[in-house]
């Protein structure tokens, strides 16, 4: 089969290059430091990091969602797709308010890479407190991740070692959600419109890698908290003992007539 000249000519400069990736093709995200230290910071003043990174594959990168440890840290991916060889960054903003000591937050980037879907990013900080602030029960304001390092680890992680379900639930969960669930310095889990609207992996993601709530941290042993998956998998099995099943499960088959 001959080629016109002026098409051969195309073909080899690359300008008929654009169409979908070629098979086996697929993006990379790569961060020079998955840490970053903001140091010794005041506790009414919020910070602000640009964390860089590459796509390093040959086929398009996409960020699909940036969840933090907590609602104290905030993130925007710009731009949300970047092409093979090209950077982009998340624009973080941290606010220490109400935290002391050392702080550890998380930020969780999801992407389409499939080497790396989730990667794990980690913001620390020695944050000084303009004074010292307590809730009215005693309890300092400690938030997030930092509720499973330190001297708090001896009341949140520490005593989950070696428990499942109920006992585990007693042993790091009823202090904050109450002895049945019903709530106390966390909100309650046992509302039927809760359960009904958040399926079993739902569940999961809430408790392996915490909320926007700043008092949930990520609990899973990849957000260094102290849970293996069986552990929050029985902690899941255990919730839905208390309520109906998410709408999403099957439903089900209506008699015969």
Known sequence: MHRLP?????????????????AGASPAIRFESTTHDFGTIDSDKKQTFSWAYRNTGDATLEIL?????????????????????????L?????????????????????????????????????????????????????????LMGSCAGCHATP????????????????????????????GLRAPDYLASHDDAALDLAIAYGTSNPKMPGFSEAM?????????ASLVKLLRTWGPISPRAPSPTPPKR
């Open 224 to 232: 260094g908290g102290p849970l293996n998956a069986g552990q929050v």
């Open 160 to 187: 989950s070692a070696g428990k499942t379900g109920a006992a585990l639930w007693e042993a790091t969960c009823a202090m904050c959600h109450g002895k049945t669930g019903e709530g106390g310095l966390a909100p």
């Open 6 to 22: 002026w098409v051969v000519a195309l073909i080899a400069s690359g300008a008929l290059a654009d169409g979908p990736a070629p």
């Open 91 to 147: 624009a973080v903003t941290y606010d220490p308010a109400g935290q002391s000591g050392d702080v550890r937050k998380t930020l969780t980037v999801v992407t389409n890479d499939p080497a790396h879907p989730r990667t794990i990013l980690t913001l620390r900080a020695r944050v000084v407190p303009n004074e010292a602030e307590t809730l009215a029960n005693g309890h300092p304001r400690f938030t997030g991740q930092s509720l």
């Open 65 to 89: 969602n940036t969840s933090p440890s907590c609602g104290c840290t905030a993130s925007v991916a710009e731009p949300r797709r970047v092409e093979p060889g090209a950077a982009g960054a």
